[in-house]
């Protein structure tokens, strides 16, 4: 999808910009309490920037650093930046420290998780959520930050699901359009503008409209945390997925699992983001799209999907909101997700 398809997204008007401690009863959690919303961000504010799965040099956060200071905020770095052991940003205790240090700073209102890759789920066992849970922040990141995401939903507080350090263009002046809109929704969903996103429909959408709490993001991600503490709950929820570098016939096994685990059952609604898809092997082709593997999972069910949007592994991948209820409107000319609360 190109810029030009990507219609708005358009920032409703939300009252109060700042200084939300949590907003009102929004939808029970799986706990049975209402999600709790962080407080939104003021300037001054301060974020902080660690690498609890892949690892990343100083250098390469710098332009992150700079817009997000740009937006008002300050910025902390985390011990981890810079760091290395093999493919991680420092050894399993490092990342571990180093998250849970600015999850019970309080001082430190959110958190910018500075690429993904690999490497959250050895260490979130190992996190002490108690603070948090008095004291919630935005964790921002997707990819493989999926599993904080999912792990959140479980304790009913919402975060943001977003590009990372490692996506900031080094140069806005001379950045495409499609990336300065994506890294500026970081900056909307932070403030607590609520977000709107309407893009051109796609024939394989399924229409209808549909409220709930959004949640979703990496689909390997999930598949992987099936059965776990971290299970993501979909029931009367939005679900958004994407993924990349898979193969058809992985991706097919994946929507397998979700079918097969219930997670397709009593959905509000399905969005499918970007996939970015490995090319078969030869002679091992599998025959099918990514829209033909999903629809033939979600024929026996009645809410409305929603193909290629504008989240995932790609230039345009927007913030979404996870844990907070959205509206979900898909129709033959006009397509939109807007959030509720």
């Known amino acids: 999808m190109n810029r030009k398809n990507f219609l708005s997204s358009t920032i409703l008007a939300s009252g109060t910009l700042f200084g939300f401690a949590k907003s009102p009863a929004v939808e029970p959690a799986e706990t049975g309490k209402p999600m709790i919303i962080p407080p939104y961000l003021k300037p001054g504010d301060v974020i902080g920037i660690t690498s609890p799965a892949g690892f990343i040099t100083a250098d390469e956060i710098k332009p992150a650093i700079q817009q997000m200071e740009n937006w008002g905020f300050k910025v902390k770095v985390g011990q981890t930046i810079g760091k290395r052991d093999f493919t991680f940003g ?144 979909t029931e009367g929820k939005i679900l958004f997925v994407e993924d990349t570098g898979e193969y058809l016939y992985s991706i097919d096994r994946m929507f397998w699992n979700l079918k097969r685990t219930g997670k397709l059952n009593n959905l509000a609604g399905l969005i499918v983001g970007g996939f970015k898809i490995k090319p078969d092997d030869p002679g091992e082709a599998f025959g099918k799209t990514v829209q033909e593997i999903v629809t033939e999972k979600i024929a026996a069910f009645n809410y409305p999907v929603c193909f290629d949007f504008p989240v995932g592994h790609q230039k345009n991948n927007f913030a979404l909101k996870c844990g907070i209820k959205h509206r979900l409107e898909i129709g033959s000319v006009r397509c939109s997700l807007q959030e509720l609360n």
């Not at 350090?165 to 001379?174: E, K, L, Q, V």
């Not at 500026?184 to 399924?206: F, Q």
């Open 90 to 233: 420092g050894t399993d205790a490092e990342r571990a420290n180093d998250l849970q240090e600015m999850m019970d700073d309080n001082s430190i209102k959110a958190i910018m998780c500075a690429r993904g890759g690999y490497g959250m789920v050895r260490i979130i066992d190992n996190l002490n959520f108690s603070n948090f849970k008095s004291n919630p922040k935005w964790i921002i990141g997707f990819s493989d930050i999926t599993v904080m995401h999912s792990q959140l939903s479980h304790m009913g507080i919402a975060s943001v699901h977003s590009k990372m350090c490692n996506s900031f263009p080094d140069n806005f002046a001379t950045a495409e359009p499609i990336q300065i809109d994506t890294i500026l929704s970081i900056s909307k969903a932070l403030k607590g503008e609520k977000m709107r996103y309407e893009i051109t429909p796609n024939e394989k959408n399924v229409v209808g409209i549909a409220e709930g709490v959004l949640v979703g993001g990496n689909l390997k991600t999930i598949e992987s945390l099936a059965g776990s503490a971290s299970d993501i709950k």
